[in-house]
Nanobody
């Protein structure tokens, strides 16, 4: 339903910074919320940050360190990650929620996921 191009992952030392980007393209449906989730080895996928209009939410573990932003003209969401810690190591997934017709989803909303980008925080 949509192509998601993620970039910006990599290896960084503790205390360092990275910026993730996710560009959504090719969808015939409008984009509602955009966000980032992550999954560390042996753990379940968890919400990192999400932006829906002017409303942003963050996981408690990243508040004050991560900032999510969105360029609506480019259908791109960013995650600025500062003061990274080893426990931030995970595969980060872009999530886009689309407004779709009810014949596709009864609630009119569809979640789409990127393939993930690995963030490793290590000295």
């Amino acid at each position: 339903q949509v192509q998601l191009a993620e970039s910006g992952g990599g290896l960084v030392q503790p205390g360092g910074s990275l910026r993730l980007s996710c560009a959504a393209s090719g969808s015939r449906w409008s984009v509602n919320a955009m966000g980032w989730y992550r999954q560390a080895p042996g753990k379940e996928r968890e919400l990192v940050a999400r932006i829906d209009g002017s409303i942003t939410i963050y996981a408690d573990s990243v508040k004050g360190r991560f900032t999510i932003s969105r360029d609506n003209a480019k259908n791109t969401v960013y995650l600025q990650m500062n003061n990274l810690k080893p426990e931030d190591t995970a595969v980060y997934y872009c999530n886009v929620n689309l407004a779709v017709p009810q014949y596709l989803r009864a609630d009119g909303r569809m979640d789409c996921w990127g393939e993930g980008t690995l963030v490793t925080v290590s000295s």
